[in-house]
């Protein structure tokens, strides 16, 4: 499908003056090997480098994940923003000026959105920062006070107060914003008299930061003795705000990884854990804000390191957010540890700072255990392992759950601490194991073999050749794109392609591979993503190889248009168009013929 794009001649600029080597190199180490660069991905984990950079083409391939694409896609994915924003970061760093596109009608009116989105927020942060520092009185104040939360810290989260219901919208009002927009913010609300009021009304206020430490979000907390009020009131989904991607501190642990001083990501419940933390000197932590992990911050958490600690509170809740996050942290490929604190000490990283030390918490995150070995231990409190139906049950459930995550080397790790705590020879352990994988591995079977089928239908040999004739014009092998004429007549993805470069050619248009990835959304393995990664023969094979592949086509199509006109025919009603058929078809199969007679 054809992206809408800003303008071909302003992204060509843009692109020329973005080196994809340059800009790469400010977020990964790269190599160079051979004619390309590489470095291990950083859209998943890995150990060995499968992320290629072609300067020549201007593109990137990761051979572990699949990820592609040029310059605009590489910022896209590594910060989180739209074509639009990631387009008007590399034309600031070039030092050019956005132009007015007046033929984007639909793009221009986002972006005014979007910014006046980001107006608000700042505004409103500003206002309810100066609220919280100008009212020592307040709940607000006392409660941070009595949570020993330090001025620098208050300042450095730019935390706020919400003190009423009525004056924030009548201050972002004078600014010159509309009731409409400040809704569509997220921090006003409409009752049903039509009155505005503010969405976090006397709460205590701690914004929420992008990777650029912009204010996307808010979470408001109850400080005051009203216990019909929800305790936490957060920011719904806005134009600049996902809450499935938006973790509290990651702004500060990007930071930590563009200096090259994070190893770890410790993961915490709550904004006052992350504050306090900070406090302590302990930065490299991050807030899941009391939701659940989703595989979006998975991925965003392994773009930052390859090592998690989860330490999250310790009751029913805070267990039930650690497994969720240990299957969506191990999914993606994290090596992942937890912490469980003593409730009878503290139940969080915040109580448990100021109740003993930083230095017995980094102890304790040392220390921290193996998550495969944190499940196995933390399942078995719910059997009694002296009952043989409750073992069974027990040694069931840890089987699956080690056959779920490890590799053949884990696997004898962890069997051998089921082992010792269920006291089952280690053979009869092993064997059942192999059965419950088996069982496993039967369950997507089909699934497997349906995928099988369709990759072998999708490689039939016409299609190889399509991408090997459209590999050559791409990559300018092929000057005359007219001797390809009918051979891309369909409305797939190889004759969208077509037409893009036959027009490009018409036009004398010097085209580049980076250019394709502003016009295609290019999967991986998909045709487009075939044509970019074609494996010509040999040189001294290729022109042969050519010609063969261009009558080959061609024969096929005139005998599929044949096929059509022999359908059509069993249908005409008339001698006259019953003739025009037998006419087609004559002359069809004299030009099959004389293709076919070609040496």
Not at 509 to 518: Q, T
Request: proline share 2%; hydrophobic share 35%.
């Amino acid at each position: 499908m054809m992206k809408s794009s800003i303008s071909p001649q302003f992204l060509d600029e843009v692109r020329s003056k973005n080196d994809i080597v340059d800009v790469a190199s400010k977020y990964m180490t790269l190599s160079r090997r051979g004619g390309n660069y590489w470095a291990c991905c950083p859209f998943h984990n890995e150990k060995t480098p499968s992320f290629s950079i072609k300067q020549d083409w201007q593109i990137y391939k990761c051979f572990g994940c699949g990820e592609s694409g040029n310059v605009f896609n590489l910022v896209m994915k590594l910060e989180n923003v739209d074509f639009y924003t990631a387009v008007e970061m590399l034309a600031k760093n070039a030092g050019l000026e956005m132009p007015n596109e007046k033929d984007n009608l639909e793009m221009q009116k986002l972006k005014y959105q979007r910014d006046r989105i980001y107006q608000i927020l700042k505004a409103t942060t500003d206002f309810y920062h100066n609220n919280l520092l100008n009212s020592k009185d307040s709940n607000q104040r006392r409660y941070l006070e009595k949570r020993k939360i330090s001025p620098e810290m208050i300042e450095k989260f730019k935390i706020g107060a919400s003190l009423n219901y009525e004056d924030l919208p009548k201050y972002l009002h004078k600014l010159g914003f509309k009731a409409e927009e400040m809704i569509s913010a997220g921090v006003v609300g409409k009752n049903e008299k039509g009155f505005l009021y503010d969405f976090y009304g006397e709460r205590l206020i701690f914004p929420i930061f992008n990777g650029f430490g912009d204010v996307v979000a808010y979470s408001g907390r109850s400080v005051d003795d009203n216990t019909q009020k929800a305790k936490y009131k957060n920011t719904p989904q806005t134009l600049v705000f996902n809450k499935s991607e938006i973790l509290f501190g990651y702004n500060f642990l990007r930071d930590l990884k563009k200096q090259h001083m994070l190893d770890t990501v410790i993961i915490v419940e709550g904004h006052i854990d992350v504050i306090t933390c900070h406090q302590f000197g302990i930065t490299n932590v991050i807030g899941s804000m009391g939701t659940a992990l989703t595989s979006q911050h998975a991925r965003k958490i392994s773009q930052l390191a390859d090592n998690v600690i989860l330490c999250l509170d310790a009751d029913s809740a805070g267990n039930k957010a650690t497994y969720n996050g240990i299957d969506e942290l191990r999914n993606i490929g994290l090596n992942v540890k937890v912490v469980r604190l003593n409730i009878q000490i503290a139940k969080d990283p915040d109580e448990f700072l100021k109740k003993r030390s930083k230095n017995e918490f980094i102890e304790i995150l040392s220390n921290a255990k193996d998550c495969i070995e944190f499940v196995l231990e933390d399942s078995a409190k719910k059997y009694n392992l002296e009952i043989s139906s409750d073992k069974n049950r027990y040694i069931n459930e840890a089987l699956n759950y080690i056959s779920k995550f490890s590799s053949p080397a884990e696997k004898e790790i962890y069997l051998n601490v089921l082992q010792k705590k269920v006291k089952v020879p280690i053979d009869v352990l092993k064997r059942t194991f192999d059965i419950i994988n088996k069982d496993n591995v039967q369950i997507n079977k089909t699934e497997k073999e349906e995928q099988i089928v369709n990759e072998t239908e999708s490689n039939n040999y016409i299609l190889e050749s399509k991408i090997m004739l459209l590999a050559s014009v791409l990559h300018k092998k092929i000057k005359n794109i007219d001797e390809l004429s009918g051979l891309f007549d369909s409305g797939d993805e190889l004759s969208e392609l077509y037409r893009f470069l036959k027009e490009k050619l018409n036009n004398n248009f010097d085209y580049n591979v980076s250019m394709l990835y502003d016009n295609f959304d290019i999967k991986d393995k998909s045709l487009i993503d075939k044509v970019i990664n074609y494996n010509f023969p040999a040189d001294d094979v290729y022109e042969t190889y050519l010609k063969d592949t261009i009558k080959r086509v061609k024969i096929y199509e005139m005998e599929k248009n044949l096929l059509e006109i022999k359908n059509k025919m069993l249908n005409c009603v008339t001698d006259k168009d019953r003739f025009s058929c037998l006419n087609e078809m004559k002359e069809l199969q004299e030009k099959i013929s004389k293709e076919k007679s070609k040496r």
